[in-house]
């Protein structure tokens, strides 16, 4: 569940590409791009104050092979800017060597934190080859939600085409071009009662069906984790249906993704 960024700063942006559209997690057409030198940058903001944060993922990037990054959260700006950061992630490669392209030739990275952390600033750090500018679309800082139990078995993975074809009666085409939007439907068959009414369906009611949800479709390390993220919205309001078995919750989501 994405966590709300504002006051966002930077080292360096380029023309035309502020840092402020991290946050713009609805708007995947806006980057922040970073265009030093050296290769290295850094970004920092805030969140609401106590915001809880266990997971980090960096939405639709170009950048090099070798590049790596930094995360520190804090209370304060003086906590991500200097050493005394009640987290600091340390050096983090961007690419692992799982990492297989995505469908537009750009990559997600992904970064679960040990235990959760109450923060109200965040500092990222790029650390790249001289001359190579980093390229961005979204910073996602929030808290996951995992059920205990595996997604049934009749997910659905495919795509929705913004645009539009009509085919008149002499066999012309009037093609409309459009977005094509990956999506993913899949059912969470057997919440228990604690998850539900602890994690799922205070999301559900936060998230509802305008606020973009961030979706890891199975988060471990393998060629495919790319091509399994998902960002964008909830095409209905999830809502919960009674189990088979007694004080369990089975929840339907379908997401219609900009990345």
Request: net charge negative; with cysteine.
């Amino acid at each position: 569940m994405p966590a709300e960024l504002s006051n966002i700063t930077a080292s360096q942006q380029g023309a035309g590409a502020p840092a402020s559209n991290v946050a713009r997690l609805d708007s995947t057409g806006l980057i922040w791009r970073c265009e030093t030198a050296t290769g290295d940058g850094w970004v920092r903001g805030q969140m609401p104050a106590g915001t809880l944060i266990d997971f980090f993922a960096m939405i639709a990037c170009i950048t090099s092979p070798t590049a790596a990054y930094r995360l520190r959260l804090g209370n304060s700006e003086a906590e991500v800017t200097g050493g005394s950061a009640p987290y600091d992630s340390g050096v983090q490669p961007f690419f692992t060597t799982a990492t297989s392209i995505q469908y537009d030739g750009r990559f997600h990275s992904y970064l679960e934190l040990p235990q959760t952390f109450a923060a109200t600033w965040f500092q990222m750090d790029w650390i790249g080859p001289d001359n190579i500018w980093f390229e961005v679309t979204s910073l996602v800082l929030g808290r996951k939600f995992e059920p205990s139990r595996f997604y049934d078995k009749d997910f659905e993975r495919g795509f929705e085409d913004l645009g539009s074809l009509d085919i008149n009666r002499f066999g012309v085409a009037d093609v409309v071009p459009g977005k094509r939007l990956r999506t993913l439907n899949f059912t969470l068959g057997w919440l228990n009662e604690d998850e539900y009414e602890t994690r799922f369906a205070p999301m559900a009611g936060y998230i509802g069906t305008t606020r973009v949800i961030y979706c890891c479709f199975d988060p471990a390390l393998s060629p495919y984790r790319q091509n399994r993220t998902y960002l964008g919205w909830l095409r209905n309001p999830p809502f919960a249906r009674g189990g088979v078995k007694p004080r369990t919750f089975s929840m339907e989501f379908q997401i219609r993704s900009l990345i």
